[in-house]
């Protein structure tokens, strides 16, 4: 699937890598399961990045309807199961 991952200029390059290390695991969730606890991780170093709901909703909308991946419904059934692989 051909898609871009929603950017902000005003990442720095680590930052970046590590929002697109998040959206990686949502893929991977959907695509072939995400393990649990890497995803979740992955989770809270984008909230540091981006700790605000309104630009993570809109990153995250972004994301899902250029991917047709939903973050928000990946984290959510992560964080509540104890499954050690999350498969959407």
Known sequence: MEYQYPMNEDWTTEEAVDVIAF?????????KGADRDRLL??????????PGKAEEKKICSQFEADST?????????AKQSDQAIIKM
């Open 69 to 77: 991946y939903s973050p928000y419904r990946t984290v959510k059934q």
């Open 41 to 50: 991780n992955a989770y809270r170093r984008f909230k540091e990045i981006v």
């Open 23 to 31: 959206f990686q695991q949502v893929e991977n969730a959907y695509e």
